[in-house]
């Protein structure tokens, strides 16, 4: 029976199970909602495309000003930009920006919310700031990629 105490404990679990039953990686499986009424349990959760895209988080708020680690042009789509970060082997990526409109520029960060002052950059609102969930290498070495 559903016991609504219980509820972390119910999502770690499903997160598991998902992702065996389905075979990929864990860390695709996002946004797990866990409901229920009188008579069924309902579970929802986003499959995202790949374990690289899954590692970040979007933050909706605009791009302040600050120093780029590494700048990547022509980069077709910010999940491109994802697997840029995640490979950069020049210093640990946690955090990247997507600029469509900057000659589609990927912006690899160190710091996970790029702060230098707090001027909001002109194009602010054509790019898309993305900042790792999980800090380091770590999930590399936790679950094998599918």
């Known amino acids: 029976s559903y016991n609504p105490a219980a509820m972390d404990q119910w999502k ?28 069924s349990i309902y579970a929802s959760a986003w499959i995202l495309g790949t374990a690289y895209y899954a ?3 979007q933050i909706d708020q605009p791009s302040k000003e600050h120093m780029d680690d590494k700048v990547i042009y022509m980069v077709n789509a910010p999940l491109d930009c994802a697997g840029l970060c995640i490979e950069n082997i020049d210093f640990q ?22 702060t230098v002052n707090n001027t909001v ?12 969930k999980i800090r380091g290498f770590s999930c590399l070495d936790t679950f094998e990629a599918k």
Do not use: W
Request: glycine share 2%; with cysteine; charged share 15%.
């Open 12 to 39: 770690q679990q499903l997160y598991f199970q998902l992702a065996e039953t389905m075979q990929i990686n864990p860390l695709r499986i996002g946004s797990l909602s866990i409901e229920a009424d009188a008579y």
């Open 55 to 57: 590692q970040f988080q």
């Open 93 to 114: 990526c946690n955090a990247y920006e997507y600029c469509l409109y900057d000659k589609y520029a990927c912006r690899l960060l160190e710091n996970h919310m790029p």
């Open 121 to 132: 950059l002109a194009n602010a609102t054509d790019c898309v700031l993305n900042t790792r």
